[in-house]
T-cell receptor, first 114, second 111 residues
Framework: DGGITQSPKYLFRKEGQNVTLSCEQNLNHDAMYWYRQDPGQGLRLIYY???????QKGDIAEGYSVSREKKESFPLTVTSAQKNPTAFYLC?????????????FGPGTRLTVL | GNSVTQMEGPVTLSEEAFLTINCTYT??????LFWYVQYPGEGLQLLLK?????DKGSNKGFEATYRKETTSFHLEKGSVQVSDSAVYFCALYSSASKIIFGSGTRLSIRP
């Protein structure tokens, strides 16, 4: 089955530790995205990548980093510089980056920093 | 800048009731508009979309019409089911891969 996988589903970390969230897709999509979702709020774009080896900052990139070394993979690192990292993180992908390119979402990772 | 405003929830209805979730937008030009649905513990799924003014998107009994005069894209369903309980997000395509999402409306349907 084609789709997007995110792991783990739940993640707990101590304050001050970096943590990396996994996102893999086998849809052969060029574009991939990371969003953050907080209770009662919509999704906010952290980073996006339109093609391998290239990525751009979204609206709330501070304290986060990404890489796009393979088409299928777009891992997100939440660094200790992120002031409030506890949130639900969603990865998405799309064929391209145009207005008619549907974004497909993974099931999400809930990160809790203790 | 571009933005989306949708009605606050939670919205609680009885099964077979009529549903409307209001959504208005602010944007330059005429961006594509979307409704996404998020079931408990899952990621988002595209429910329907409209790419130009007066277009009607529809899926699974849900409908929304792109109204440029009122800058609105309200979600409607004639008869809701318990399985429709979820969080619904209105969104618009801004530019350069960016989709701007509303804050979401939680819908609960009583049997």
């Amino acid at each position: 089955d084609g789709g997007i996988t995110q792991s783990p589903k739940y993640l707990f970390r101590k304050e001050g530790q970096n943590v990396t969230l996994s996102c893999e897709q086998n849809l052969n999509h060029d574009a991939m995205y990371w969003y953050r979702q907080d209770p009662g709020q919509g999704l906010r774009l952290i980073y996006y990548s339109q093609i391998v080896n290239d990525f751009q900052k979204g609206d709330i990139a501070e304290g986060y980093s990404v890489s796009r070394e393979k088409k299928e993979s777009f891992p997100l690192t939440v660094t200790s510089a992120q002031k409030n990292p506890t949130a639900f993180y969603l990865c998405a992908s799309s064929v391209g980056a145009g207005p008619n390119d549907e974004q497909f979402f993974g099931p999400g990772t809930r990160l809790t920093v203790l | 800048g571009n933005s989306v405003t949708q009605m606050e929830g939670p919205v609680t209805l009885s099964e077979e009731a009529f549903l409307t979730i209001n959504c208005t937008y602010t944007a330059t030009g005429y961006p594509s508009l979307f409704w996404y649905v998020q079931y408990p513990g899952e990621g988002l799924q595209l429910l329907l979309k409209a790419t130009k003014a007066d277009d009607k998107g529809s899926n699974k009994g849900f409908e929304a019409t792109y109204r440029k005069e009122t800058t609105s894209f309200h979600l409607e369903k004639g008869s809701v089911q318990v399985s429709d309980s979820a969080v619904y997000f209105c969104a618009l395509y801004s530019s350069a891969s960016k989709i701007i999402f509303g804050s979401g409306t939680r819908l609960s349907i009583r049997p």
